[in-house]
């Protein structure tokens, strides 16, 4: 325990991380001295004050009057744009190799120009969003409580922000706005995803979309819902190819239900509903109705034939013939009379015989 004026001795642990650093297999051997990258705090406040920018009274001052909503809009984007447009240099700067180029300074701001622009097209499916988190939840008494409270609504916020920037170029900081709302909220969407309006995330926690994934208009999705990749398109040496389309396509109206994973590029159509837990990675047509029993009846093979359920047959039967072995023998079992023995024989046979029939009714598809 340290003494109060006593330093820690720190020698040996910096002369080790100077050898971990300069070892021949780190991960990071030879990766050259570079300039500043962008900076998640930095960041952060940016999407705090384009967020109070996008809904002042919610997000502005509590004493900000009629009259001055467009000045605090207006001082609040200058103040949250300057920034921004250093952060996007920065990134620009490394996604070139770390090198100076004074045309990054020119580039990120004619980029964050284009980001501004974009704003109110970024608020308004914002609004629709809000809606349809109002509209699709009985516990929200308003669409104040929606905005200020609702992690769904927070993640497609900062989504829709990062989406545009991740659009025009800044992928560093898109990437980094959406790591921010994971952090915060559980909900996890690459900003490359596109995302039509209308869009509810009821509860959030878990949730996961991936960068490929295109969601239509009015989609639903409860907690725990994966939007995955099933598989990984390689180039011919073997390296994965990047930016490939490998996640789901969901189109209008679709449910999905909590826990559910689908996988793949594959399409789920229009009105559909995927229950909880369900294990997709194939496309259904529009108007489906997808829940656990439906995914249990794929495990039957071409021939028809389901290996889980041969399996208990053959196990009921073995059991039946165990028990009326036990009945001739005049053996009892576990102690008990050798009428239940018998009883329990019958049972098992004749549950067997369901099983075997349920089977080769299977077998015969």
């Not at 969901?250 to 449910?255: G, H, Q």
């Amino acid at each position: 325990m340290l003494e109060r004026g006593e330093a820690w001795d720190l020698t040996d642990v910096v002369g080790s991380l100077r050898e971990a650093r300069g070892a021949r297999d780190g991960l990071l051997v030879g990766t050259p001295r570079r300039p500043a990258r962008p900076a998640r705090a930095a960041i952060a406040a940016v999407v705090t004050g384009l967020r109070a920018a996008l809904f002042p009274r919610h997000f502005g001052p509590v004493d900000l009057t009629d009259e001055g909503v467009d000045f605090f809009v207006g001082h609040t984007l200058d103040v949250s744009l300057r920034p921004l447009v250093e952060q996007v240099r920065r990134g620009l700067r490394h996604a070139a190799g770390g090198g100076d180029d004074p045309r990054h300074a020119a580039d990120a701001a004619a980029l964050v120009g284009d980001f501004a622009r974009r704003l109110p097209e970024i608020r308004s499916p914002l609004e629709r969003d809000l809606r349809a988190a109002f509209d699709g939840d009985p516990a929200a008494y308003d669409l104040d409580e929606v905005l200020l409270c609702y992690p769904g609504i927070t993640a497609i916020t900062h989504h829709r922000l990062a989406h545009a920037l991740f659009g025009l170029g800044a992928t560093l900081v898109a990437r980094s706005i959406a790591e921010i709302a994971h952090a915060d909220t559980g909900v996890d969407i690459h900003p490359g995803a596109a995302v039509a309006g209308s869009f509810f995330i009821d509860h959030g926690t878990g949730v996961v979309i991936g960068e490929t994934t295109v969601i239509g208009e009015r989609v639903r999705l409860y907690q725990g819902v994966t939007l995955g990749a099933r598989s990984f398109p390689t180039d011919a040496a073997g390296q994965i190819i990047k930016g490939a389309p490998r996640h789901p396509i969901v189109e209008d109206d679709v449910v999905i239900y909590a826990g559910a994973s689908v996988l793949g590029r594959v399409t789920i159509g229009r009105g559909s509903s995927i229950g909880g837990n369900v294990w997709l990675t194939r496309s259904v047509a529009p108007g489906s109705r997808i829940t656990q029993a439906q995914a249990r009846d794929e495990t039957f093979s071409a021939a028809g034939t389901s290996v889980p359920l041969a399996i208990a047959a053959g196990l009921l039967v073995g059991v039946g013939a165990r028990l009326a072995n036990g009945c001739t023998s005049g053996h009892g079992v576990c102690g008990v009379s050798r009428l239940a023995p018998r009883a329990l024989a019958a049972t098992a046979t004749f549950i067997a015989t369901g099983a075997l029939t349920v089977f080769l009714t299977g077998a015969a598809r």
